[in-house]
């Protein structure tokens, strides 16, 4: 039953791989087309896509996933036969007439079941480079996401502040004839204009952190630097279905570099199995057939010039104790590494989903409390003011110091809307599935 699986599950992966191998081609042509839509509206999905199919990171970890694949067949079959010949230019006299040459065929075996428990460590080999792939897989989608969300968050910005601009130009405007009427100070002349001068300075630092961007996700694409992308198309910020605790145990089953650490205490449990055939022998057949010559005799043996056929039998002697020993030792303390490194490793992937739920939490706040109550707040204040200001009933500074804080708070809902998708995407990839829906469909799969 347990060769049954193993083949199954070493031929599932065989398909995938031909699968993955029989499609490059079909994945190169799509390529062009999502470089189309890039330079327009441009979607999260297209961009993983496209990161998925020419990342060169992907792209290597696919690869050492299919080097260990093959690494598997290799190790489970058996040494190749020794096939060994000798001719004398010089025969050997026998008593059957002179030895001209020989020919040897020898295999060698392993002791019984050293094979498969080597099996074992080469699928576990095969394993961890498969979940290594997802990881990488991860890390990609992880970084291409944020990135995008960072992209949004500046053109929207950018929208804010060129819209604060138009209106702080008209404000300028009202500032100076309300201070041609005496009806305004000097000091509220020029405030109107710093703030124009400091909404300047924004877009222009807005724009270079746009290309600077923009620059980072076309190297995470494998792009040129300067490859065109157009306008990101932001995402609604859905509403997380799962505790804090139940994001903590889907990410004991899914997280990667927890599965890797499991994965490396099976494979330290089987290669102490193995150790202990160290000490057992492995054994050689062979084949031995020599040619005989006629025999320079005036009465030669009845069967004088018939070759020689021999079976041949051997066996390595594991005699070195303390080296064996030595290698058990090692296997051990390589299993307790592991379950050491695993205890960590959950350890501190707890610790950072702690931390990223609080970020999470926290925009979540932040954006409610801008959208519900301080931008509706803050945009009725304006329009008082602006009215008090018309009818004389208060100052023109007074006016401009809402405004400013409108315009503070615009971007303070779009930061924490970005902020908000940046922790949404990690703690995703740490949990491994999707956090808006109850759907238990891990990410990274890329069978």
Same mark, same amino acid.
């Given at each position: 039953?347990?060769?049954?699986?193993?083949?199954?599950?070493?031929?599932?992966?065989?398909?995938?791989?031909?699968?993955?191998?029989?499609?490059?081609?079909?994945?190169?042509?799509?390529?062009?087309?999502?470089?189309?839509?890039?330079?327009?509206?441009?979607?999260?999905?297209?961009? &993983?896509?496209?990161?998925?199919?020419?990342?060169?990171?992907?792209?290597?970890?696919?690869?050492?996933?299919?080097? #260990? %694949?093959?690494?598997?067949?290799?190790?489970?079959?058996?040494?190749?036969?020794?096939?060994?010949?000798?001719?004398?230019?010089?025969?050997?006299?026998?008593?059957?007439?002179?030895?001209?040459?020989?020919?040897?065929?020898?295999?060698?075996?392993?002791?019984?079941?050293?094979?498969?428990?080597? @099996?074992?460590?080469?699928?576990?080999?095969?394993?961890?480079?498969?979940?290594?792939?997802?990881? $990488?897989?991860?890390?990609?989608?992880?970084?291409?996401?944020?990135?995008?969300?960072?992209? =949004?968050?500046?053109?929207?910005?950018?929208?804010?502040?060129?819209?604060?601009?138009?209106?702080?130009?008209?404000?300028?405007? %009202?500032?100076?004839?309300?201070?041609?009427?005496?009806?305004?100070?000097?000091?509220?002349?020029?405030?109107?204009?710093?703030?124009?001068?400091?909404?300047?300075?924004?877009?222009?630092?807005?724009? *270079?952190?746009?290309?600077?961007?923009? $620059?980072?996700?076309? $190297?995470?694409?494998?792009?040129?630097?300067?490859?065109?992308?157009?306008?990101?198309?932001?995402?609604?910020?859905?509403?997380?279905?799962?505790?804090?605790?139940?994001?903590?145990?889907?990410?004991?089953?899914?997280?990667?570099?927890?599965?890797?650490?499991?994965?490396?205490?099976?494979?330290?449990?089987?290669?102490?199995?193995?150790?202990?055939?160290?000490?057992?022998?492995? #054994?050689?057949?062979?084949?031995?057939?020599? @040619?005989?010559?006629?025999?320079?005799?005036?009465?030669?043996?009845?069967?004088?010039?018939?070759?020689?056929?021999?079976?041949?039998?051997?066996?390595?002697?594991?005699?070195? #104790?303390?080296?064996?020993?030595?290698?058990?030792?090692?296997? &051990?303390?390589?299993? *307790?590494?592991?379950?050491?490194?695993?205890?960590?490793?959950?350890?501190? $992937?707890?610790?950072?989903?702690?931390?990223?739920?609080?970020?999470?939490?926290?925009?979540?706040?932040?954006?409610?409390?801008?959208?519900?109550?301080? %931008?509706?707040?803050?945009?009725?204040?304006?329009?008082?003011?602006?009215?008090?200001?018309?009818?004389?009933?208060?100052?023109?500074?007074?006016?401009?110091?809402?405004?400013?804080?409108?315009?503070?708070?615009?971007?303070?809902? *779009?930061?924490?809307?970005?902020?908000?998708?940046?922790?949404? =995407?990690?703690?995703?990839?740490?949990?491994?599935?999707?956090?808006?829906?109850?759907?238990?469909?891990?990410?990274?799969?890329?069978?």
């Amino acid at each position: 039953m347990k060769r049954f699986i193993l083949l199954t599950l070493f031929l599932c992966l065989g398909l995938i791989s031909l699968s993955i191998e029989s499609s490059s081609a079909a994945e190169k042509e799509s390529l062009p087309d999502i470089e189309k839509r890039l330079s327009g509206d441009t979607e999260l999905s297209d961009l &993983l896509t496209y990161a998925y199919l020419s990342n060169p990171s992907i792209v290597s970890s696919k690869k050492s996933w299919q080097i #260990f %694949i093959e690494n598997y067949r290799i190790g489970k079959s058996y040494p190749d036969p020794q096939l060994m010949t000798t001719y004398f230019p010089s025969p050997i006299e026998t008593r059957l007439g002179p030895q001209d040459w020989n020919l040897t065929l020898s295999q060698a075996f392993p002791f019984p079941g050293t094979l498969g428990l080597k @099996g074992e460590l080469l699928e576990s080999d095969v394993q961890i480079s498969k979940l290594k792939l997802d990881k $990488t897989v991860k890390d990609i989608v992880t970084a291409v996401s944020s990135s995008f969300y960072e992209l =949004v968050y500046i053109q929207k910005a950018v929208e804010i502040a060129m819209a604060n601009q138009k209106l702080n130009q008209e404000l300028i405007q %009202i500032s100076q004839n309300a201070y041609a009427k005496d009806r305004a100070l000097f000091y509220d002349v020029s405030k109107a204009q710093a703030q124009t001068a400091q909404i300047q300075y924004d877009l222009l630092l807005l724009d *270079e952190l746009e290309s600077t961007e923009k $620059t980072n996700l076309n $190297t995470l694409l494998n792009r040129s630097p300067d490859a065109k992308i157009g306008r990101a198309k932001g995402l609604p910020t859905g509403d997380v279905v799962y505790s804090l605790d139940e994001i903590y145990n889907l990410a004991m089953l899914h997280q990667e570099d927890i599965l890797i650490a499991d994965e490396t205490v099976k494979r330290s449990s089987a290669s102490i199995r193995l150790t202990r055939f160290e000490n057992l022998p492995s #054994f050689k057949l062979g084949l031995f057939y020599a @040619g005989i010559g006629d025999p320079d005799l005036a009465n030669p043996p009845r069967d004088a010039g018939d070759d020689a056929l021999g079976i041949q039998f051997g066996m390595n002697l594991p005699l070195w #104790f303390s080296r064996n020993d030595s290698q058990k030792q090692k296997a &051990l303390a390589v299993k *307790e590494m592991a379950t050491a490194d695993r205890a960590a490793m959950v350890n501190t $992937t707890k610790a950072r989903i702690s931390r990223l739920w609080f970020r999470l939490q926290n925009s979540k706040r932040l954006i409610v409390l801008y959208e519900k109550e301080l %931008i509706p707040q803050g945009l009725t204040s304006i329009q008082t003011a602006e009215t008090w200001f018309r009818e004389g009933e208060a100052g023109f500074a007074d006016f401009l110091e809402l405004q400013a804080t409108a315009y503070n708070f615009q971007l303070s809902l *779009e930061r924490a809307k970005a902020d908000y998708g940046k922790a949404l =995407v990690q703690l995703e990839q740490l949990a491994g599935v999707i956090l808006d829906r109850k759907k238990n469909t891990p990410l990274g799969d890329n069978s």
